[in-house]
Nanobody, 123 residues
C-alpha cells in the first residue's frame, strides 16, 4: 500500500489547513504523525474503522478533526486555529490491523507511511 499526502503549506497563526492522504489499497487504522526539527515523531490523530474511532493528541483536541472515507481509502486532517508550535512535517500512516485504542498512537505499529508534508505556522 502506498500513501500519498497533500495539503501542507504556510499559514498564519489562527488560520486553517486541510491535509489529505490517499491509500492505494484498503487499510484499517489510519493516522497522522508529525515531526518538528530536532524533535521525535509524535502522534497527532488517529482513526479506526470501528467505533469509537477517533483519537487525538491532547494539544490538538478541539482544533483538529480527523475523518476518513472508507470507500475512497482516504483520510483527512482538518487543522483549525493553528499555532506556531504546530509547525512540523506531517506524515500520514496506515495499518491493515484493526488496532485497539491504546495502540493507535504507537508509530511502530503502522506498516505504511506517506512522504510527509510540511506545515509552517507563522506567528
Amino acid at each position: 500500500v502506498q500513501l500519498q499526502a497533500s495539503g501542507g503549506g504556510l499559514v498564519q497563526a489562527g488560520g486553517s489547513l486541510r491535509l489529505s492522504c490517499a491509500a492505494s489499497g484498503r487499510v484499517s487504522t489510519m493516522g497522522w504523525f508529525r515531526q518538528a526539527p530536532g524533535d521525535a515523531r509524535e502522534f497527532v490523530a488517529g482513526i479506526r474503522e470501528s467505533r469509537p474511532s477517533t483519537y487525538y493528541k491532547d494539544s490538538v483536541k478541539g482544533r483538529f478533526i480527523i475523518s476518513r472515507d472508507n470507500a475512497a481509502n482516504t483520510v483527512t486532517l482538518q487543522m483549525n486555529n493553528l499555532k506556531p508550535e504546530d509547525t512540523a512535517v506531517y506524515y500520514c500512516a496506515a495499518s491493515r490491523s484493526r488496532m485497539i485504542q491504546s495502540s493507535v498512537p504507537q508509530a511502530t505499529l503502522y506498516e505504511f507511511w506517506g512522504q510527509g508534508t510540511l506545515v509552517t505556522v507563522s506567528s
